[in-house]
Structure formats: structure tokens, C-alpha cells
């Protein structure tokens, strides 16, 4: 079936997931092909109630949309917003000759394309078209050799929706329940949300070791020498091995008492008594270094690698990504595989012979396989499409698609170069005290002589303290027995370190190495975690809120097994399983659901609650205190014998020690009595809220009815509520009177009349203004409210009206912090309407939780500004009419079987 001969063939209808990638195919294919997208899934589980077909509401299964009850048959339904899309896709198909089905090469795509044969119910030819770079002759060679649909791979990917569905509509209930509305589990989710909090609970209770040494510059002696001299640490007294960080516990007890821990006193008293004392090196031990190249992209190290040097989210990494491949200039970004085709190793090792020269090229290419295991993705790598690469410079990308298309082509060009080699030295040199004690120094070395691949590509560390793969430390050229004098003698204190919390690298990291989830799903699995609230984000570190701990502890108490990490990595496991034709689906579902040889399942998991303490759940006491964290429907507090105090929203676990938590109970609750109104009589009260501080009146309790007499219902809606009214940014909950609570609660204030119209003064969201029927003009400070008259209101109402930024001279920014490395626009921190911000003139982001003006970097600025530029809006579509005649409800179809 040649590519070149689609007019000769009839009309051919190519469907694709995305309009990006319809756009590039279609102008490979030319004539005789209609490319069509189908703008993603089509079709899935019900997701409201209204989504349910009428003649499976009354089911018990039904707002799973998984019939339990008959071997787990799923019912799906036709996206609403994609029913006009199918409509189209139906139409084209009408005109059709055969139908190509040209999804991604994964489970999730062979899915799509399930659905759309099981949707479109085609009556042609139907063909599995696959690649995995789109290029011209990639995609004709796709034509010309198509496959057919891989049940087992929609199998695989049905069992995990299945899977995730039971696990989120059965379990998020339970939370909703016990700990508060609106929140959701899930499978991977959770546990990505367990890992998270177990590293906090392991830095909570960290105890740091304090323990000190001595750091020696010693000169060699010899001027020729560039080096002359160097640095060495203490290692040894009298043979016992002196204690560094490792041999710490994280009690901050030693492991093991034959090791010498030195206390500043100590450290202090051995360099006196060394002080005048000769040295000498004892022994130097040379061994060769070599560097391999590092494996070219798959999906987790790419999202690793742009964290750490492009400073992206794993999101927003796919989200470029993405683009990229649609656009054919990377192969699928989607992968398990570091392989590369034979055609790519030519080109990878053409390039770097063009730009490095012969010699840093091996005689026979590189060969990568996976270490992965259950790797389920049959493509390549991720690298630069086609059979010649495009330098960066030659593709006209800029801005972020430019520097991660850099580099995916960085790194591949990279895995086809030679070692980098050279030498590593460890140098070691003794003496002796004026009290007798044989002490000895250390000092490591490293030099290289052939960078290799190195001159193409350096990978990053999660570690900051990290040397890099390219860095170099010199010594002189010493020999065993060579003289050598102290410059300098330091006593060096130290003290080890909690676990560094998750960034998003470390976190796709320690998922894949614990082999959960699938690499296609951590960056939705992070977005999510961050959207809802479980984590934040402090600097590039992963925090958990309190309510992460929460949840997480209802889920470990009562659901341990769905959090267990290996439980979880053994369903990935069944699920390949599934895929490779060596298990079923119904009875993988019916042990996950109902159980089996003993273990329980899920649904006897959530049918008897009782047992579950909401506040028991949700209570964490602070260790030397009798103080308690508690969450709560409207955030963390602290509970003391009924005195509570709200947690600062930003607080991180961490910060609240016992000393911070006496503090925070010790501060007045921020309620004032202020006096009555002298009109109404009701209490005025000043409050601290969630939302800041605020006035309002306490109004009296309904009286009680008479004797034999009902209770008045009252709609919640009707009944009468208090005035309330935010303080002014220049007031505060300690100075606040009584006459500026009325003031206050006098807003919104009529200021008089004008043109027939009432003036009225508001306090919005977008600050203070005017407002006269339906036109409005804003005021210069909140102060105005209370004071503008109806003369300056007219003023007001007479100028042309001032829209966006520049309603007021621009405030000076609050920070500096750099330039930013995509725009290469100086990016600064700026005060805004909804709290601070950063921008590079061009692009604003709102600072999130965690976040903070002192101590943002251009790195988390830089993160911020790429992910909302990421989320530009799409341009605006022309909207359909819609016929606005009542359509008959249509009959529900069940899915048809797949054969």
C-alpha cells in the first residue's frame, strides 16, 4: 500500500489525537488523505451523574460506571464536548475507502483508537497506523506497513482505568467523610503523596550530629609545581578512624563506637599539640578514570534533567515536549526505551564527528538497553527525528522549546561519543603530635585527560554539593616520603543533615526505581498532588501540608495495603502482565474489588467505617508539648484544652517545633470586643479570619418560641446576616476602634446622586471604586471610601476611564533576581492586586504557596514564568449555534465486545 498512491486508492481518512499533529501529517500524506484529530479521548467513564444513560441510573454500579456485578464491563460514554467532534469524524468516514488509525503507539493510544473503530463503527478497511517520529518518510512508511489493533494492550489500559476508578470513587468518599469535603485518592497518587510525607516524617524526627575535624593546607615544596599546595582533612588518630557525617545515625547517635567523634574542645586541643609538627606523605594511590556517556532520554530522565537544568516541571516538560514531537522535531516523548535505530546512531555519531572531530568518536557504536524493568513502550529513545539531526540552531525554535529540543540533541549526540578518561589520586599524609599521636590526612584528587563526551554534555545532580562529571580537583605531583609544611590548621565543625526533601526529579526518580506507575502518568501524578493541596511547593522542594499527613494516615490506618508501596509496583506488574497475554483482566479486577486467598478487597475496605476517629485521624500532637495539630474543614490549628490557633498557611511541617507552636497559642486569638453600635445596639467585634482580619456585629440569638408553640423554619437564605467588612490594609486587629469599625461596616457607602443615578462607594477585589449604575471608576486608596464626596465623584465620573495596570504610576519592584533564561528578560518580583508576583515584562506569575518574596531564586521565578506561559489561553473559536429544539433522549448503547 504505497503512500504515494492515495488518489489511485480511493479517499483515506487518517484519525490522530491532537489538531498540532493532524496539521503536520497531512502535509506528508498530500492528496488522497483527509487527516482528522480527535482531540483525545472520545469516549470515557461517566464523570457526573448526568453523563449516565436513564437506563442504567437505577443500578447499583451505576456511579462507579464499572458493572461489578457482571465481570467488571465498563460503561462508556461519548465525551459531551467531543459528540460534535464525532459527529464530524462520522461524516468524513461516510466519504472514506479505508481508515487509518493513527493514535500513539502506547496503551492510552491504542485505547483511543479502540474507541474510535467501537464509535465510528466503520463499514471500510480499518488499519493500525504506528510511528514514533513524525517525519515524511516515517509517516509514509506507516502507511504502507500498518498493523492491527493490540487487544491486549487495551485490555491492559481498560483494567487500569478500571483499576483507578474503583480506587478513586470508592476511597475518596472515605475522606470526604472523615476528613474533609472535596478531596480525592488515588491509585499512584496517593502513594506519590505517601512518599512525600514519609520524608517529612523522617526530617521531623531527625536529630542532627555536631561533630568537628581538622582541615589542613599543606605545601608541597615545590614552586614548579601548579599546584603547589593542598587541601586535606583529618582522617585518623592512632589508627582509629576519625567520624564523619556517615557514621551518624539519624538519632544523632553514633553507629558504631570504634570510631573516633571529636568535640570542638577536642579538635581544638589536638592542632595545639600539632602545632610545629612535620609531616610527610605516607602513601599516593593513582587509579585510571573512566566516564561512560550517559543513555539517551526516556521519558523519566528527560523530565529529571530539564528540572534540574531548565528548572521545568515534570508537566510542563511533557507539555513542550509534546509539542515538539507533533511538530516533528523529537521522536515520542512517551518511553521506557534508551534504544536508538540504526539510522539515529548514524546520525548521532555523523554529528559528533562534523562538530568534535574523529577521535572523540568510538569505532563502533554504542548499544543501550534498558534497565527498566517491564519496560511496556517498543519505541526508541527520545532524540531528534530524522535520519540527519538538525543542530539546534538550524530547527528556528526558540524560547523553552529551543532549550529542551537542545537538550534531547545534546544528550544524543552525547551517548554515541567516547569515554571521558583520566586519573583519580588519593593522597594520604601522616605525622605526629607533640603528645605522641599519629594522625593522619586525606586528601582526593581527580584530572581529566580526554573529556569525550563530556565536551558535548554534562548531566546535573539533584545535590547542589555534588561535584560535577566534568569538574577537576589538581594535586602536585607528590611521592610516598615527600617533606611537606602546614600553611594553615583549621578546626572544622560539621553537623549532618536531614534527608533532603523530594524536588520533582528525586520524586520521578524514587517512583520509577520503586518501579510505580508508569512514566507516561508522573507528571499528571504531580499536578495533581500540587493542584489538590497535598503538596506545595518551597523553592524547588516538595513540601506536604497537613492535611497530606491526614490523609495519609487515614489511608496507612484503614487502607494500608493501597499505599504499600509494594502492593502497588505488583499491579504494574499485572497489568504488563495483562498486555503480554499472561493474565486476564475480569479475574485481576475480581481480587483488586472483591478479594481473594484471604487478603480483603477493596469493597469490603470501605463498607464498615465505623471504626475510623475523624479527629483522631487528623490530630497530631507536637512532641513536648501538650499542644495538638489538628486539620480541620478550613485548614490546620492548634488545639489547646479548647484555645485554638490557626496554622500560618505557609508553615511547613518542619517549622512547627514546640517553642514556634507555644508562640503561636500564645498570641491573643485576635477577637476584640469593640463596643455596641449606638443605633442597631448589636456588639461590634474585630476577628481574625482565614481571609485576614475583619469587623463585624453579633446579632442576638432568636428568641425561643412560647410554650406549646412551634419553631419557626427559616431558609438559611432568608435569614438575617451580620454586616462584615474587611480592615483597611493600613489598619490592625490591636489599634482598631469602634468608630472605624463603623466606618467600615458603613461600606458600601452611598455617596449621593448623580444623573438619576445612586454613587456608591464598594471595596472589591480589585480595590476600591465608584460605582453609578452600570459604570465605574476606580479610587486611589481605600481611605477614599469613607471620604469621597459627590463633587469628586463627578470629577471622577467626567474623566475617560483608566483600564489595566496603568490606573496608577507602577510601584517600584520588590526584588531583583536575575535574568530569566528563556526570555533572557530581567526578572523581577512585583506587589499585585492578589498578592505578589514575578514577572519579565512580558509574562506574569503569581508567587504560590511556599513561596516567598525574600527567598524566591530566579530558578523557582524562572519555573513559575515557564509553566504560566504554558498556560496561555488558546485563541478564541468561533462558537457553533446550537439548535435550540429539544432533542429526543437517544437509546443507550453498551460498548460492543472487543473482537
Do not use: C
Request: hydrophobic share 35%; charged share 30%.
Amino acid at each position: 500500500m504505497p503512500a504515494n498512491n492515495g488518489s489511485a486508492g480511493g479517499r483515506r481518512l487518517v484519525i490522530v489525537e491532537s489538531p498540532a499533529k493532524a496539521k503536520t501529517i497531512k502535509e506528508y500524506l498530500g492528496a488522497g488523505y483527509i487527516v482528522e484529530s480527535s482531540i483525545g479521548h472520545i469516549r470515557d467513564l461517566p464523570e457526573k451523574a448526568d453523563d449516565i444513560p436513564e437506563k442504567y441510573k437505577g443500578k447499583p454500579w451505576a456511579r462507579l460506571g464499572v458493572d461489578v456485578e457482571h465481570d467488571f464491563e465498563p460503561l462508556y460514554v461519548v465525551n459531551p464536548d467531543k459528540k460534535s467532534q464525532v459527529s464530524k469524524l462520522k461524516q468524513l468516514l461516510k466519504d472514506a475507502d479505508e481508515l487509518f488509525l493513527a493514535t500513539d503507539e502506547d496503551r492510552e493510544g491504542e485505547a483511543i483508537a479502540w474507541h474510535l473503530r467501537e464509535v465510528l463503527k466503520p463499514k471500510v478497511p480499518v488499519h493500525r497506523m504506528v510511528f514514533h517520529e513524525i517525519t515524511k518518510q516515517a509517516i509514509r512508511d506507516a502507511v504502507a506497513n500498518p498493523r492491527s489493533l493490540n487487544l491486549r494492550l487495551v485490555d491492559a489500559q481498560e483494567t487500569r482505568r478500571i483499576l483507578d476508578r474503583l480506587y478513586g470513587y470508592e476511597v475518596s468518599p472515605v475522606l470526604w467523610k472523615k476528613v474533609k469535603p472535596r478531596l480525592s485518592a488515588g491509585r499512584v497518587q496517593s502513594v506519590a503523596t505517601r512518599l512525600v510525607v514519609e520524608r517529612e516524617r523522617e526530617r521531623l524526627a531527625f536529630t542532627a550530629a555536631h561533630y568537628w575535624d581538622l582541615q589542613a593546607l599543606f605545601d608541597s615544596g615545590k614552586p614548579e609545581e601548579r599546584p603547589r599546595d593542598f587541601n586535606a582533612t583529618l582522617t585518623g588518630v592512632d589508627g582509629r578512624r576519625v567520624a564523619q557525617g556517615r557514621d551518624f545515625a539519624s538519632t544523632g547517635q553514633l553507629k558504631n563506637a570504634d570510631v573516633l567523634h571529636l568535640s570542638e574542645q577536642a579538635a581544638g586541643e589536638l592542632a595545639g599539640r600539632l602545632s610545629g609538627a612535620s609531616f610527610a606523605v605516607k602513601s599516593v594511590e593513582r587509579k585510571p578514570y573512566t566516564r561512560k556517556p550517559y543513555a539517551p532520554f526516556r521519558t523519566t530522565t528527560l523530565q529529571q534533567e530539564a528540572s534540574r537544568k531548565l528548572g521545568f516541571s515534570a508537566k510542563y516538560t511533557m507539555q513542550v515536549a509534546q509539542h515538539l514531537y507533533e511538530n516533528g522535531y523529537i521522536t515520542y516523548m512517551r518511553t521506557d526505551s534508551i534504544t536508538l535505530s540504526e539510522t539515529a546512531v548514524q546520525a548521532a555519531r555523523s554529528q559528533a564527528i562534523k562538530l568534535y572531530g574523529a577521535s572523540y568518536v568510538p569505532d563502533k557504536p554504542r548499544v543501550y538497553s534498558s534497565k527498566v524493568k517491564n519496560a511496556q513502550e517498543a519505541h526508541e529513545a527520545i532524540r531528534p527525528s530524522g535520519e540527519e539531526f538538525r543542530t539546534p540552531g538550524e530547527t528556528g525554535l526558540s524560547g523553552d522549546r529551543f532549550r529542551l529540543y537542545e537538550l534531547i540533541w545534546q544528550r544524543t549526540v552525547s551517548s554515541q561519543m567516547k569515554d571521558a578518561v583520566g586519573e583519580s589520586i588519593q593522597v594520604k599524609v601522616g605525622g605526629r603530635s607533640s603528645a605522641g599521636e599519629d594522625v593522619e590526612f586525606s586528601a582526593s584528587g581527580r584530572t581529566i585527560t580526554f573529556h569525550g563526551f563530556l565536551k558535548a554534555y554534562v548531566e546535573g545532580h539533584d545535590d547542589p554539593a555534588t561535584d560535577r562529571d566534568d569538574s577537576e580537583k589538581r594535586l602536585p605531583n607528590l611521592a610516598e616520603g615527600d617533606a611537606l609544611t602546614v600553611s594553615r590548621l583549621d578546626v572544622a565543625a560539621h553537623s549532618t543533615k536531614a534527608p533532603a526533601r523530594y524536588t520533582e526529579a528525586s520524586l520521578v526518580k524514587e517512583l520509577e526505581d520503586r518501579e510505580i506507575g508508569r512514566p507516561s502518568t508522573y507528571a499528571s501524578i504531580i499536578g495533581t498532588i500540587l493542584d489538590r493541596g497535598y503538596v506545595f511547593k518551597k523553592g524547588t522542594a516538595l513540601v506536604p501540608s497537613f492535611l497530606a499527613f491526614a490523609v495519609v494516615n487515614l489511608l496507612e490506618q484503614h487502607f494500608g495495603n493501597l499505599v504499600d508501596y509494594d502492593f502497588t509496583a505488583e499491579m504494574e506488574k499485572v497489568l504488563d502482565d495483562i498486555a503480554n497475554d499472561r493474565a486476564e483482566r475480569v479475574p485481576e479486577l475480581q481480587r483488586f474489588y472483591y478479594g481473594a486467598d484471604g487478603d480483603e478487597g477493596l469493597k469490603e475496605m470501605v463498607t464498615d467505617l465505623g471504626d475510623i476517629d475523624a479527629k483522631e485521624i487528623s490530630s497530631f500532637p507536637i512532641k513536648g508539648t501538650d499542644i495538638v495539630i489538628r486539620v480541620g474543614r478550613y485548614g490546620p490549628y492548634l488545639d489547646r484544652d479548647g484555645t485554638r490557633v490557626n496554622v500560618p498557611e505557609d508553615m511547613t511541617p518542619d517549622e512547627l517545633t514546640a517553642e514556634k507552636a507555644e508562640e503561636l497559642i500564645a498570641r491573643p486569638t485576635g477577637d476584640r470586643e469593640l463596643g455596641r453600635d449606638p443605633v442597631s445596639g448589636h456588639l461590634i467585634v474585630a476577628k481574625d479570619g482565614r481571609y485576614g482580619p475583619y469587623v463585624t456585629e453579633v446579632l442576638p440569638e432568636e428568641a425561643p418560641p412560647a410554650e406549646g408553640e412551634k419553631k419557626r423554619r427559616t431558609k438559611k437564605a432568608d435569614a438575617p446576616k451580620p454586616r462584615t467588612s474587611s480592615l483597611f490594609k493600613s489598619m490592625s486587629l490591636d489599634t482598631v476602634t469602634l468608630e472605624d469599625a463603623l466606618r467600615l461596616l458603613s461600606i458600601p457607602r452611598v455617596v449621593g446622586e448623580l444623573d438619576g443615578e445612586q454613587v456608591v462607594a464598594h471595596n472589591g477585589k480589585f480595590g476600591p471604586y465608584l460605582k453609578k449604575g452600570s459604570d465605574s471608576r476606580s479610587l486611589g486608596s481605600e481611605d477614599d471610601l469613607l471620604t469621597v464626596t459627590i463633587e469628586q465623584a463627578k470629577e471622577l465620573f467626567a474623566q475617560p476611564k483608566q483600564r489595566g495596570r496603568g490606573r496608577a504610576a507602577a510601584a517600584p519592584p520588590l526584588r531583583e533576581l536575575g535574568e530569566d533564561p528563556n526570555s533572557k528578560k530581567p526578572v523581577v518580583v512585583k506587589e499585585g492586586r492578589f498578592g505578589p508576583y514575578v514577572t519579565d515584562g512580558e509574562t506574569n506569575a503569581s508567587l504560590r504557596k511556599g513561596d516567598t518574596v525574600e527567598e524566591i531564586t530566579i530558578e523557582r521565578a524562572a519555573e513559575l514564568l515557564a509553566e504560566r506561559r504554558g498556560r496561555a489561553p488558546a485563541p478564541k473559536k468561533a462558537s457553533t449555534r446550537k439548535a435550540p429544539a429539544k432533542k429526543a433522549p437517544a437509546k443507550a448503547k453498551k460498548p460492543a465486545a472487543k473482537s
